[in-house]
């Protein structure tokens, strides 16, 4: 059974930085297509990040790029998103995904997490 649990979320001032985990259960994070999407109040859910499994490479959002990363850790089975030079409009819950594709510039998960919250206000 797949099971994905965030943490890390939470307030941080304009222009400061979080990094959230996803700690993935039945299945290696290594071997799978893993992601990251948001979804702020009264919008659409929009993706913030993923790795391709199949060429391993990470895909960003033109208005994400240089600011988030996206990485995993097959020895604790794990995907991190480091978000820096965070900005008000950044404020969502934020899901962790895996599994599924990555076609023609956008990332089609299979199981998404519960998510976690961030605020970022002064």
């Known amino acids: 059974q797949v099971q994905l649990v965030e943490s890390g979320g939470g307030l941080v001032q304009p222009g400061g930085s979080l990094r959230l985990s996803c700690v993935a259960s039945g299945f290696a994070v290594e071997y799978y297509s893993v992601g990251w999407f948001r979804q702020a109040s009264g919008k659409e859910r929009e993706g913030v990040a993923c790795i391709s499994a199949s060429d391993g490479n990470a895909y960003y959002p033109e208005s994400m790029k240089g600011r988030f990363t996206i990485s995993r850790d097959g020895a604790t089975n794990t995907v991190y998103l480091q978000m820096n030079g965070l900005k008000p409009e950044d404020t969502a819950t934020y899901y962790c995904?895996?599994?599924?594709?990555?076609?023609?510039?956008?990332?089609?998960?299979?199981?998404w997490g519960q998510g976690t919250q961030v605020a970022v206000s002064s």
């Open positions: 995904t895996a599994g599924g594709v990555y076609f023609a510039g956008t990332y089609y998960p299979d199981y």
